[in-house]
């Protein structure tokens, strides 16, 4: 098995279960966007502002690639990573997408107040659920796996561990 690639809308809980089935199974966790800002020295919302979304998804592109040759392990990757035909077919051929799944509505109490969502600076609940409807298809498309991620977090880890050993 390659790197387990976990997709899916901003709050639907990623980097925590990226972390958590890294821990499980033994495999080492990158961070999309970590890796984004290591290589920028910036943070996301810096790169944003600087170079807005394009320049943005360009760093992703490359991180996309660079984590893809790295030693397999789980990978929380950025709410708009299928956007970019590039990095689905990077993570496809390096080993497998799981979509965690999550209603808008709990997204948006996931994400409360949080200031640090670059694409949710305005209208955030009715901006959340357009960005929903928009990528859905792209998700759904770019997934080999889709995992129901509104349960308790040990029960989306197991689901994901599952979905990992599925072929």
Not at 47 to 63: C, K, P, Q, S, V
Not at 77 to 85: A, F, K, N, S
Request: charged residues 30%; glycine residues 10%.
């Amino acid at each position: 098995m390659g790197h387990v690639w976990l997709i899916g809308m901003m709050g639907s809980g990623k980097s925590t279960v990226g972390r958590l089935v890294a821990d499980r199974l033994g495999r080492p966790f990158y961070d999309i966007d970590d890796v984004v800002e290591q290589n920028g020295r910036a943070s996301i919302a810096e790169i944003f502002g600087l170079e807005g979304e394009i320049g943005f998804r360009e760093r992703e592109r490359r991180a996309v690639a660079d984590v893809a040759t790295r030693p397999a392990g789980v990978v929380a990757t950025g709410g708009g990573i299928v956007l970019d035909p590039d990095n689905v077919a990077t993570m496809r051929s390096s080993g497998k997408t799981v979509l965690l799944a999550v209603d808008p509505e709990v997204l948006s109490r996931r994400i409360g107040d949080s200031e640090d969502r670059p694409l949710l600076t305005d209208g955030k609940e009715e901006r959340l659920h357009t960005i929903a409807m928009e990528r859905d298809e792209r998700y759904r498309s770019s997934a080999d796996a889709v995992v129901d991620a509104t349960g308790s977090i040990d029960a989306v880890v197991t689901d994901v561990e599952a979905a990992c050993r599925e072929s």
